[in-house]
C-alpha cells in the first residue's frame, strides 16, 4: 500500500523546487541579458550619453563633471582597455545587474529564506525594465546595489561595528552613484529607529550614518571649489524638472535659468501646490507607475501577500525598503517628463521595484507553506483513513 503522508513529507522535494527556481532564475537572467544586448543596443543613451566624454576629461575620483563620480570612474577605469566607450558603459550596465542578481540571493536567503530569494531573484532576473535600464548605464542600478547592501548591514543585530562600517561604505557609495541616494538611507534608518526604538543600535546607526556622509563629503566640497556650489549640478537638475513642470518641452524662452534649492523646488507651486503634487505624484506612483515598471501583473497579488506576511511576522524591513526607495521619486512624480504617457521615467522606480520583487517572493514562499501545511494535513487524513480501511479488512 501506498503511504500517502510520506509521499507528500518528502524532505527532498522542498530541495527539488528550490534548485528548480534557482535554475529558472538563472536562465531568465541568461535570456534577460542577451535579448537586452540585442534588442537595445541602437537605442539611444539618455542619462548616460555624456559619460564617456565625462569619463575622458576626468583626472581623479571627483573631478565627474556635472554628476556623480561612481559611475563615471567605473567607465573611465573600464576605457583603459581601448574598446568602444558605449559598448563598454552597456556591459557594464548589464555587469551591475547581474551583481544585484547575486545580491539579491545571498541578502534574501539571510534574511527571509530560500524560496524568498530564488523567486525574488527569477522576478527581478524576468523584468525587462531592469534589462533595458542596465543597457542604458543608469545610475539608479549602481545606486541600487549600495542601497541594498546599506539595507542589507544597516541595523543588523549580529552585525556590530563591522556591519556599521559596511553599512556606512555601501551607503557613502550609494550617494556617490546618485546624491538623492541619502533620503533612502535617511528613511530606512528613520523607519527602523521609529519601529524598533528598544532593540535599534543608536551608536552603530551613528557610525554608519557618520562613515557615509564622511565620504560624500569630499565630492560636496569639490562641487562648491569646483562651481561655487556645495549642490550644483542637482540644483541645474531642479531647475530643469521645474522649467519641464511649468513649461513643457516647448520654446521656454522666458524660462529661468540657474540653480534651484531643493526647498524652492518643493515650494515652487506654494506650500499649498506642495502638498498637493505630493499627494498627487504618490497616487500616479502607486496606481500607474510601479505597476508598469513591475511589467508583469500578475505580481501584484504575490506583492499584497508579501505586505500581509510582512506585517504579520514582522518582517517589516522590506516595506522600510519599498518606502525609501520611493521617497525620492515622489516630488518628481508628479510633473509630465514623458509626454507620450505622462509621468516621469520608469528608472526613478528602480529602488522600489527591487522591494516589491522581494515581497513577491515572501508571498510565494508564504503561500507555498500555507499550501504545504494543508496537503500535510490532508495526507494525514487520508493515511489514517487508509489505515483503518485496512483495519478492519
Given amino acids: ?37 540585442k534588442v537595445f543596443a541602437a537605442e539611444p543613451l539618455r542619462e548616460a550619453a555624456s559619460r564617456s566624454l565625462m ?65 525574488a531573484a527569477l522576478f527581478l532576473a524576468a523584468n525587462p525594465n531592469m534589462g533595458f535600464y542596465a543597457m542604458q548605464g543608469s545610475s539608479h542600478l549602481y545606486a541600487l546595489v549600495f542601497l ?26 550609494a550617494c556617490l552613484s546618485r546624491l538623492d541616494s541619502a533620503w533612502a538611507l535617511l528613511a530606512i534608518a528613520g523607519l527602523s529607529w521609529a519601529v524598533r526604538r528598544r ?48 513649461y513643457g518641452y516647448g520654446p521656454q524662452a522666458e524660462a529661468p535659468r540657474g540653480p534651484l534649492a531643493p526647498a524652492a523646488f518643493l515650494l515652487r507651486n506654494g506650500a499649498a501646490g506642495a502638498v498637493k503634487d505630493g499627494f498627487s505624484g504618490l497616487g500616479r506612483a502607486l496606481g500607474f507607475e510601479l505597476p508598469r515598471v513591475l511589467y508583469y501583473k500578475a505580481l501584484a497579488v504575490l506583492v499584497f501577500l508579501g505586505v500581509y506576511a510582512a506585517f504579520l511576522f514582522k518582517k517589516d524591513r522590506l516595506l522600510f525598503f519599498v518606502a525609501a526607495g520611493l521617497l525620492p521619486a515622489l516630488p518628481l512624480a508628479a510633473i509630465t517628463q514623458v509626454p507620450a504617457s505622462g509621468g516621469i521615467e520608469l528608472r526613478y522606480y528602480l529602488w522600489p521595484l527591487w522591494g516589491l520583487c522581494a515581497l513577491a517572493g515572501l508571498g510565494f514562499q508564504e503561500t507555498l507553506v500555507w499550501v504545504e501545511a494543508g496537503v500535510d494535513k490532508w495526507a494525514a487524513r487520508k493515511a489514517e483513513q487508509l489505515k483503518r480501511l485496512a483495519g478492519r479488512k
Wanted: aromatic share 14%; net charge positive.
Fill in 1 to 37: 500500500m501506498t503511504d500517502i503522508y510520506n509521499a507528500f513529507a518528502r524532505a527532498d522535494m522542498q530541495r527539488n523546487f528550490r534548485w528548480l527556481t534557482l535554475a529558472l532564475a538563472v536562465t531568465a537572467l541568461s535570456l534577460n541579458l542577451t535579448v537586452s544586448w
Fill in 55 to 119: 569619463a575622458a576629461n576626468s583626472s581623479f575620483f571627483f573631478d565627474s563633471g556635472l554628476v556623480e563620480p561612481v559611475p563615471v570612474a567605473a567607465l573611465k577605469a573600464a576605457m583603459l582597455t581601448g574598446l568602444n566607450p558605449e559598448k563598454l558603459l552597456r556591459a557594464e550596465g548589464l555587469g551591475v545587474y547581474v551583481l544585484l542578481f547575486a545580491l539579491t540571493l545571498f541578502v534574501l536567503r539571510r534574511r527571509f529564506g530560500e524560496i524568498t530569494a530564488s523567486m
Fill in 148 to 173: 541594498l547592501l546599506f539595507w542589507h548591514y544597516f541595523d543588523d543585530p549580529a552585525g556590530g561595528r563591522r556591519g556599521a562600517l559596511l553599512a556606512g561604505l555601501s551607503g557613502g557609495l
Fill in 199 to 246: 532593540e535599534f543600535a543608536l551608536k552603530e546607526a551613528a557610525l554608519a550614518l557618520g562613515l557615509a556622509a564622511m565620504l560624500t563629503l569630499p565630492y560636496l566640497v569639490w562641487q562648491k571649489a569646483q562651481y561655487g556650489a556645495v549642490f550644483y549640478a542637482q540644483e541645474l537638475s531642479l531647475r530643469r524638472w521645474a522649467n519641464v513642470d511649468r
